[in-house]
């Protein structure tokens, strides 16, 4: 089919023969990928690839073939035609990348604290829940407010500095209990 001439293809195309859509598009696609690459802007590289761009255009253009009975004087008129269209829907993309490429901001010069705090699905908290229970139930009730200090967050000198234990003390403890509830759930 690679040597049947185009106004033949095109004939096939108008009739609904999808082999003829699929031979023209094995004809150009390479000519109009090349035709993305060299207008596509280095910074949006990496936002698409030129094989999105191509697709696009063709999806569109195969319904103007089928119904629109376009007639072309040669090849070159029907990749002139192509090219065009091409480059207009690059433009139509990379305006559209321009505007979300102006709001973008790099992640490390955001403030941290800006950031909503993750919400833990009802699950999780559940699961936290036993497992705080758990780790109450292992340790002895003098220990309970070691434990509540560490699941605020406040770190071994912190802790120690509360409770009136030395920070070694409140190691040992955590590690014990680590040591109980790792043997509680091992099979």
Request: hydrophobic share 40%; with cysteine; proline share 6%.
């Amino acid at each position: 089919m690679s040597a049947m001439p185009l106004d033949h293809l095109l004939q096939q195309l108008h009739a609904g023969d999808d082999s003829a859509a699929q031979e023209l598009y094995r004809r150009y696609e390479p000519y109009l990928r090349k035709v993305v690459r060299r207008q596509l802007p280095r910074q949006l590289r990496s936002k698409f690839d030129s094989q999105d761009v191509v697709q696009s255009v063709w999806a569109h253009l195969l319904r103007g073939f089928r119904e629109a009975d376009w007639q072309f004087a040669g090849p070159a008129q029907l990749r002139a035609f192509l090219a065009t269209v091409t480059r207009r829907r690059l433009t139509d993309r990379v305006r559209h990348f321009r505007v979300a490429k102006d709001h973008e901001r790099s992640i490390a010069a955001l403030n941290p604290d800006a950031f909503p705090a993750s919400i833990p699905r009802p699950s999780e908290i559940v699961r936290a829940d036993d497992l705080w229970e758990r780790m109450l139930a292992l340790c002895p009730p003098e220990h309970h407010e070691l434990l509540r200090l560490k699941r605020q967050g406040l770190r071994l000198t912190e802790i120690a500095a509360r409770t009136g234990m030395h920070e070694g003390s409140v190691r040992r403890i955590l590690r014990r209990l680590a040591r109980q509830m790792a043997f509680e759930s091992a099979p």
